[in-house]
């Protein structure tokens, strides 16, 4: 529906402030709705504050760790680097900090018009077009976004408690001699392939028979035999049983078809899957049917299960801008622009997309 001379604008409410609701608040408002941007931590979500862009540095780290060993093809000597964790995890937090204070994420969105919230807390619905926060505050609104990303799965095992997640690498006081690494899609392929490259014994464990089990058949072979090529001992078609503690170690039981085995290593990490953060929303009083880490809704006649955990292409939502854009501009009160087309807007998308290294190529 198109806006007519004298409509009010659409309120338009996005909660989540990560990539994908900063996204849909900017269309919005580019779009000249009213947008009300809340967000239970800080703007930028896992994306930028504890996921990709810091696990990215990290992985850089990791890479000119690994180039150590190419030195002397290229007639350059020298020991192997050592690594100062407490220096990596640092810089890490340097490059999540980035987007706040160089960038200015938040300033950025008020600039354009975004009523924006952040260190809210959770909020939920008290029927389709409201929701409430738990110190009272209340917005309601024409059209609700949901974009609350999701977290790490539990390792559903008895003991899964003693396992990390990729949250507590910033947490380690120094690195294991020894890592289980259970799950063999994206996540637990980058933890494995980073603390190999910083010269820790890694085996890792994989349910489906390749990894990452969404890849291309031929990209899961080279893998699969790289990781082995560098020493890691890699388990696919395995299923982890339990884990169990060992003094101040952690044992695993695995079964691999007829085969039951257990290792025992310093720590294990999992890295099983991503549920969206539903439990809180209190969906039901908006009329919307959930199921675990799922929202059920049909779009152009086909069922999409929104699942945060679902193993598709990567980046999969960026290809469909296209499609978000036309479908943005359905929304009522909608038909024109806020501020000028590209003013500012793409520097924030990229910030949020981007292979997360600013600065120099030396930082």
């Known amino acids: 529906m198109r806006a007519r001379p004298g409509d009010p604008a659409v309120k338009v409410l996005v909660i989540g402030a990560g990539p994908a609701g900063i996204s849909a608040a900017l269309q919005a408002r580019e779009l000249g709705a009213e947008v009300v941007l809340l967000e239970a931590e800080q703007v930028g979500g896992t994306n930028v504050n504890r996921g990709p862009a810091p696990v990215r540095t990290l992985a850089r780290a990791a ?12 007639g350059l000597r020298g020991p192997r680097p050592t690594l100062d ?33 952040e260190h809210l807390g959770p909020v939920r619905f008290t029927d389709p077009h409201t929701v409430r926060a738990e110190d009272g505050g209340c917005w309601r609104a024409d059209r609700i976004v949901i974009a609350v990303g999701g977290h790490a799965a539990p390792l ?40 190999e490259d910083f010269g820790v014994t890694v085996s890792l464990f994989e349910a489906a028979p390749t990894l990452p089990p ?25 299923v982890v049983k339990s884990l ?15 085969v039951i085995g257990q290792l025992v290593a310093d720590t294990v990490f999992f890295a099983v899957g991503w549920p969206a953060n539903l439990s809180h929303l209190a969906l039901d009083a908006a009329g919307v049917h959930t199921e675990p880490g799922v ?29 978000q854009h ?3 501009e359905d929304l009522p009160g909608s038909g024109h622009r806020a501020f000028p087309a ?21 930082s």
Not at 93 to 112: E, N, P, Y
Not at 169 to 194: F, N, R, W, Y
């Open 326 to 328: 036309g479908r943005a």
């Open 85 to 117: 964790l407490d220096a990596v995890l640092a810089n890490s937090d340097r490059v999540a900090h980035h987007a706040h204070d160089t960038m200015d994420i938040a300033g950025h969105l008020r600039h354009l018009g975004v009523d924006l919230t």
């Open 295 to 323: 929202i059920r809704r049909r779009v152009h006649g086909r069922r999409l299960d929104r699942r945060a955990d679902r193993r598709t292409p990567a980046r999969v939502p960026h290809l469909h801008r296209g499609d």
């Open 244 to 258: 169990r503690a060992q003094g101040d170690a952690v044992c695993l039981d695995y079964r691999s078809g007829p």
């Open 156 to 195: 559903p095992v008895p003991g899964g408690r003693l396992a990390l997640g990729y949250d507590d690498i910033h947490t380690m006081k120094a690195l294991p001699d020894e890592v289980l690494v259970v799950g063999g899609a994206d996540t637990g392929c980058q933890i494995a392939s980073i603390l």
């Open 214 to 238: 969404a890849a291309d058949p031929s990209v899961s072979v080279e893998l699969g035999d790289a990781f082995r090529a560098q020493g890691m001992n890699v388990y696919t078609g395995t």
């Open 342 to 362: 590209g003013l500012e807007l793409p520097r924030i998308r990229r910030l949020t997309k981007r292979s997360p290294e600013p600065g120099p190529r030396s």
């Open 63 to 74: 890479r000119l760790v690994r180039d150590w060993s190419s030195w002397d093809r290229f």
